[in-house]
């Protein structure tokens, strides 16, 4: 009876576990779910997906999917440096401007495009909150919006070819974690294809190259980071999402 009930403590213990893996990906509860506060003061169809997509009347520059937000104009500094091989962009574009059209801090995350079904805003626009809050100023960022491709990697000497290397190859181990843990990124619908096919948007980088805003695992949107071989890599002490790229 004892064993049973040890089992049964057991049992009851595994399945709130069980049940958040289950519901841990997603953007339903997110940051980036809107539905869930008031803060944003939408008029309108509040939704999780509204705020920032809707299915008719979106961005005729199409920067990502139905998008249907206002799109910040900068200007942005972007970063530079004379160690870099790449050309880089000269503005942010693609999946990054649609990022940034909310974390630069510029517009208000309640601005729809006007006369879409994502929402009307009230005449106060709500900001970013300041800890999410990027600025237009990239400088000193990750570089954005750039063309990364076999030729590159080449060039540069420490960058994994992006159509052919992929999301799960194992290149190198942890020594900084018993035993040593393959830098792989199984358990992701990542693993197995290409930097390019996973990673890249229209063979750049961008910020959704390592934010994914429909994540919800591991309470980041930074991809992989928990989502590495054991889901233990949340310190950083890896890297792992880093060396899917870099060769260091």
């Known amino acids: 009876m004892k064993i049973l009930s040890i089992l049964a403590i057991a049992a009851s213990l595994l399945v709130p576990a069980a049940v958040e893996a289950a519901v841990n990906k997603g953007v339903v509860g997110s940051d980036h779910d809107f539905s869930k506060t008031n803060y944003l003061a939408f008029n309108t169809r509040r939704g999780v997906c509204t705020p920032c997509h809707t299915a008719h009347a979106t961005d005729p520059a199409q920067i990502a ?90 060039a540069s000497g420490e960058l994994e070819n992006p159509v052919t290397y992929k999301i799960g190859d194992p290149k190198t181990t942890l020594t900084v974690q018993t035993p040593p843990v393959p830098a792989t990124w199984t358990g992701t619908d990542l693993t197995g294809k290409t930097i390019d096919e996973a990673l890249l948007v229209n063979h750049k980088m961008q910020c959704t190259s390592c934010h994914d805003p429909h994540w919800i695992k591991g309470n980041t949107p930074l991809r992989g980071q928990a989502t590495i071989v054991d889901g233990n890599d949340a310190d950083g002490r890896g890297s792992l999402m880093c060396r899917t790229c870099h060769i260091k």
């Open 65 to 154: 999917p139905l998008f249907a937000h206002k799109t910040s104009t900068g200007p942005f500094t972007m970063y530079s440096s004379p160690t870099i091989k790449h050309t880089p962009g000269t503005v942010p574009d693609g999946a990054s401007l649609a990022c940034l059209s909310c974390h630069d801090g510029t517009i208000g995350v309640n601005s729809p495009i006007q006369g879409t079904q994502g929402g009307i805003s009230t005449n106060t626009p709500v900001f970013v909150q300041p800890n999410h809050k990027v600025g237009p100023d990239l400088h000193t960022d990750h570089p954005i919006s750039f063309v990364y491709d076999a030729a590159l990697a080449a």
